[in-house]
């Protein structure tokens, strides 16, 4: 069974932005989020599909942001 990321373009991936920050996204492979460390927000992917809201996200914790600055997979190019 495919995960959720997998169904979705990595070039459609690159195109978004956090809608709080304008910053870029880093994709968070073990929750399967697109998650921005400027705004400290992590937005979920349902059926394959990111949910770009910032109702829908969830607040980030200091070890989130710690654990994906280790070993991120950037979407796109300004942090």
Do not use: T
């Not at 979920?44 to 654990?67: C, F």
């Amino acid at each position: 069974m495919m995960n959720k990321a997998q169904n979705i373009n990595a070039d459609l991936l690159s195109l978004l932005v956090c809608p709080v920050s304008l910053s870029s996204l880093v994709y968070d492979k073990g929750r399967d989020e697109l998650v921005s460390l400027r705004s400290r927000l992590a937005f979920p992917i349902q059926d394959g599909v990111p949910i770009m809201l910032s109702e829908a996200a969830r607040p980030i914790s200091d070890d989130d942001v710690k654990r994906l600055r280790l070993a991120p997979v950037w979407l796109g190019n300004d942090i």
